[in-house]
Every structure is written in C-alpha cells, then in structure tokens.
C-alpha cells in the first residue's frame, strides 16, 4: 500500500450513497494522484457496475470479514447524499480506520482535522478531499487513533442515556444534556 491510496465504499451500493461522486471526482484528480487511487466497494450492489481500473467490487462480506477489511484500506469514504449515521463509518471509527464523510451524514460535524476528514457533496470538494488524504498520508494512523477516541467518547453503547417519556423510550445523546 506505499504509494496507493486506498479508499473503501461500504454498504448497500445505491444513488444516495453518493458512488457517482467518487466516480466523477477520479477524473478531477491529477494523473499523479489519479493514478495511485484505489476504491473498494463492499456491500450489495444496486446500480450497473463501472468499468474503471480505479474501482474493485467485493459484493457482500460476512461482518467478521467486513470488520477485517478495515486494515486493507486507508480511509473509509462515504460521499452519501443522505446518511444519518453510516453503521460503517461507526465501525471504521471504532477500529481506527480513519473516515472522509459528506456533510450529508451525521458523522459531519463529529470530524475535525485531527480525527478524520470532511466535505461538501460536490465532486471538486471530494477531489480536494482525497488530494488532503494523499498529501497527509503519514498523519492517517494518528487521524484513525483520533476518530477511536471519538467513538469511545461519543458512540460507544455507554455515551447514550435512554430515557422513558410518555411511555415511550427516547434516546437522547449525553454530550448535549
């Protein structure tokens, strides 16, 4: 992986999950990042398949394998146009792989510098994204052990407090009590 950058897509391959972002941006790189880029997509796959040297397709994994390939990739990428909270960036976060989300995903305004990346859901902005991932690829270890800190602190089953209103169970997140 010295040179390659290697960008995982997981979940459910569909429009919303923003593929055709990633898709578009490659050709926005220069040839000299361009040409070091891996995309791995892992999940289902709902749309017709690109014919590009840039993107591998896994199809569905078992979780345990899924969870194992979090140490084959650099950064998990998710460019969704609406993500609430992706299940697989909570992962990736739990096991210090470092994530680039939209700002269409709940994770957005988690990420900072320091544990993860970020961007508008437009195709330059993910462009100038991967370009901060490849230049900075010596600081993705301590980025990935930023965003464990971050799901320990924040996403773990003990950082939310259930409460019983009205006979209903509501869960509230404890930083904003």
């Not at 840039?54 to 140490?71: A, C, M, P, V």
């Not at 700002?103 to 993860?116: A, H, K, R, S, V």
């Amino acid at each position: 992986r010295s040179n390659t950058l290697s960008l995982g897509l997981y979940g459910t391959v569909e429009a919303r999950k923003g593929i055709f972002f990633l898709y578009y941006t490659v050709n926005l790189l220069t040839k000299k990042i361009s040409d070091k880029i891996e995309i791995h997509v892992i999940g289902s796959i709902k749309l017709p398949l690109f014919k590009d040297d840039h993107f591998k397709y896994y199809g569905t994994l078992e979780h345990d394998l899924l969870l194992k390939s979090f140490n084959k990739i650099d950064v998990l990428i998710c460019p969704s146009l609406d993500d609430p909270l992706p299940i697989t960036a909570c992962e990736a976060l739990m096991l210090s792989c470092p994530i680039a989300v939209s700002e269409n995903t709940g994770f957005y305004n988690f990420i900072n510098e320091d544990n993860g990346f970020r961007f508008k859901t437009n195709e330059q902005a993910i462009a100038d994204c991967i370009c901060q991932i490849y230049n900075n690829k010596i600081k993705l270890k301590d980025i990935g052990k930023n965003g464990r800190k971050l799901y320990l602190d924040s996403f773990t089953k003990t950082s939310f407090k259930i409460l019983k209103i009205f006979d209903k169970a509501v869960v509230t997140y404890t930083s904003f009590e």
